[in-house]
């Protein structure tokens, strides 16, 4: 079992930055990839960006350039920093823990981020 402990979120305007961070607690050495995403009001849950166990990442087109997932295993915490922040970015940031083998994805309860104009 993997526990994810979202903080961060607030209201900001345009322009301005956040850092989120997931906290992990529990059975961590199995999690292979750890994702942000995001659900803003009405529309469907989206990756935001994304860091392997390895350290790769990967990037919404929409936020490449302006956000920076990162992790420090010593504090089992993964990072997202958020530059440049448009009111389009406004939504639920959730963190996500995925197990490749077996199968399983963990999740946080989330973290809002307002962002306006």
């Known amino acids: 079992q993997v526990q994810l402990v979202e903080s961060g979120g607030g209201l900001v305007q345009a322009g301005e930055s956040l850092r989120l961070s997931c906290v992990a607690s529990g059975s961590i050495f199995s999690i292979d990839a750890w994702t942000w995403y995001r659900q803003a009001p009405g529309k469907q849950r989206e990756l935001v960006a994304t860091i392997t166990k390895g350290g790769l990442t990967d990037y919404a087109d929409s936020v490449k350039g302006r956000f920076t997932i990162s992790r420090d295993s010593a504090k089992s915490t993964v990072y997202l920093q958020m530059n440049s922040l448009k009111p389009e970015d406004t939504a639920v940031y959730y963190c996500?823990?995925?197990?490749?083998?077996?199968?399983?994805?963990?999740w946080g309860q989330g973290t809002q981020v307002t962002v306006s104009s």
């Open positions: 996500n823990a995925r197990q490749y083998l077996p199968s399983f994805d963990y």
